[in-house]
C-alpha cells in the first residue's frame, strides 16, 4: 500500500507450526509480521495501530470463534481487513463471514496456505483502491458544493444587476416629471405670499417633492454598476443614505430608527455601493427579525482590526428575535435561511461577508434569543490598502 514501508499482517493463530508456516510464506512475499497466540494479544495490538491486514485463526479454542472476535473489534470501530482462516467444508462459517465483512477466507492446510501471500496482496490492493475512491469522492463532493455555491452567487449578482437595472429605469423615468413638478411649484410658490392660507400646504408638497427626487437620486446611485467604484466614503454618510432608501419600509414596520454617529471616524477607501449594498441586506435583516417593531441603532466609531491598525467600527443593532446559538455558525452560508419561501434567498449575508472580506474588513455576529442581534463590521482605515482585491 505504501511503497516506503512493507504492510505489516498481524496474525492470530495458536498452532505453532501453521504460524511459522504463514509467516514463512508471508516474509517470503514481502510482508512485515506479527504473530500473536490469543484475541486479547491481537486486540492490544490492533489499539496500537499500524496493522495493515489481519489473518485471523477461525478456531480460537476459548468460547469465542474468529468470527464474533472479528465481529468484537468491528464493533469496537477497530474494522481493518480480515482474511479468516477456516477448516475445510465450513461453508456455513464462510459464507456469514463474507456476509460479516470478511474480505476473504483460506482454508488451513498446507497447500492452502500457499495461497496466503496472493490472498493478502489483493485484499490490499482492494482496500488502497476503496480508500482511493473514497478520497477521490470526497473531493468532488468539496467541489460540487464550490461550484453550487458560485454558481449562486453569479446568479444572485446576476439578479440584483437585473433589479438594479429595472430601478434605475424607472428612477430615470420619475426624474423628468419630478423636476417639473418641481420647477412649476417653485412658481406656484414665489406667488403665494407668506401669510397666504394655502402657503403651509404648498411647503409640505415641496418638501415631500425634495425627499422624492431625493429617493430616486439615490436609487440611480445604487444601481450604477459597482465596477471601479473605489473612493474616499465616509461611512455614516452611505449609512444615512441607505436609510433614506429603507426608511419607508422601517416605518411601516413601526421601527424606531437612532444613530449613534462618532463624527471624528475618518474616512475609508471603499466601494460605496457595495457598503450601501451590506447595510441595505443588515436594515432588511434587522426589520425581519422585529415584525412587531422595536429599534434599529446603526452606530459608527473608530476602533483597532489589529494592534496598529485603526479601523472604522460599524455596528447594526436589533431588539428582534434574535439567532439561536445552533444557528449562529450557518448565518453566513450562501442559502441559509430560516425565512419562507420566496422572502429570503439567504444569501444576504453571504453577500456582505464576501464584500466586507473584499476591502479585508471582519463581519461578526453578536446574538441571543429573545434579546437582538449586533452585526459588527471592522473596516480597516489605511488608505488604499483595504481596497488592492476590489481592483
Ligand atoms: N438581525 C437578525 N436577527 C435575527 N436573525 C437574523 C438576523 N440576521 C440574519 N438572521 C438569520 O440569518 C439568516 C440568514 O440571513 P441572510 O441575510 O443571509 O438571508 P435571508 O435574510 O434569510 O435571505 P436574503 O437576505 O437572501 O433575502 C436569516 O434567515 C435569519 O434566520
Ligand atoms: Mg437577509
Redesign the pocket.
Known amino acids: 500500500m505504501n511503497a516506503s514501508r512493507p504492510e505489516t499482517v498481524l496474525i492470530l493463530e495458536d498452532d505453532e507450526g501453521v504460524a511459522r508456516l504463514q509467516q514463512k510464506r508471508l516474509e517470503r512475499a514481502g510482508f512485515t509480521t506479527i504473530r500473536v497466540t490469543n484475541p486479547s494479544a491481537a486486540l492490544e495490538i490492533i489499539r496500537q495501530g499500524g496493522i495493515d491486514l489481519f489473518v485471523l485463526d477461525n478456531q480460537l479454542g476459548g468460547a469465542e470463534d474468529g468470527l464474533a472476535f472479528y465481529h468484537r473489534i468491528k464493533n469496537a470501530g477497530l474494522d481493518l481487513p480480515v482474511i479468516l482462516v477456516t477448516g475445510y467444508s465450513d461453508d456455513a462459517t464462510i459464507i456469514r463471514a463474507l456476509r460479516a465483512g470478511v474480505r476473504d477466507y483460506v482454508f488451513k492446510s498446507v497447500e492452502y496456505l500457499d495461497y496466503l501471500p496472493e490472498a493478502c496482496r489483493r485484499v490490499l490492493d482492494q482496500v488502497r483502491v476503496q480508500r482511493e475512491r473514497e478520497q477521490a469522492l470526497v473531493e468532488l463532493k468539496a467541489k460540487t458544493e464550490e461550484l453550487r455555491a458560485t454558481t449562486q452567487q453569479l446568479w444572485q449578482a446576476a439578479r440584483l444587476a437585473g433589479v438594479g437595472e429595472l430601478a434605475a429605469s424607472i428612477a430615470h423615468e420619475l426624474n423628468n416629471p419630478l423636476g417639473t413638478v418641481s420647477l412649476r411649484l417653485e412658481g406656484v410658490l414665489a406667488k403665494t405670499p407668506p401669510d397666504d392660507p394655502r402657503r403651509k400646504s404648498l411647503e409640505i408638497i415641496d418638501s415631500e417633492v425634495s425627499r422624492m427626487a431625493r429617493l430616486v437620486a439615490n436609487l440611480l446611485q445604487f444601481s450604477r454598476p459597482g465596477r471601479d467604484q473605489v473612493s474616499t466614503v465616509d461611512v455614516c454618510e452611505e449609512i444615512r443614505k441607505t436609510i433614506e432608501l429603507a426608511e419607508h419600509h422601517l416605518r411601516k414596520r413601526r421601527i424606531i430608527l437612532r444613530t449613534e454617529f462618532d463624527p471624528t471616524v475618518p474616512p475609508i477607501f471603499a466601494d460605496r455601493q457595495q457598503l450601501r449594498q451590506v447595510f441595505l441586506?443588515?436594515f432588511?435583516?434587522?426589520a425581519?427579525?422585529m415584525p412587531q417593531g422595536g429599534q434599529l441603532i446603526p452606530r459608527v466609531r473608530t476602533g483597532v482590526l489589529q494592534p496598529n491598525q485603526p479601523a472604522v467600527v460599524i455596528e447594526?443593532v436589533?431588539t428582534?428575535?434574535?439567532?439561536p446559538p445552533t444557528?449562529l455558525g450557518r448565518?453566513?452560508d450562501p442559502f441559509?435561511?430560516?425565512?419562507d419561501e420566496g422572502?429570503?434567498?439567504?444569501?444576504?449575508?453571504?453577500?456582505?461577508k464576501r464584500i466586507i472580506d473584499q476591502h479585508h474588513g471582519k463581519i461578526e455576529?453578536e446574538?441571543e434569543v429573545n434579546r437582538?442581534?449586533t452585526?459588527r463590521i471592522l473596516l480597516p482605515v489605511r488608505n488604499g490598502t483595504n481596497t488592492e482585491a476590489l481592483h
Open positions: 441586506n443588515l432588511t435583516n434587522a425581519d427579525a447594526v436589533d428582534g428575535v434574535g439567532i444557528h448565518v453566513f441559509f435561511t430560516t425565512k422572502q429570503g434567498t439567504g444569501l444576504g449575508l453571504a453577500i456582505c455576529i446574538s437582538g442581534t452585526v
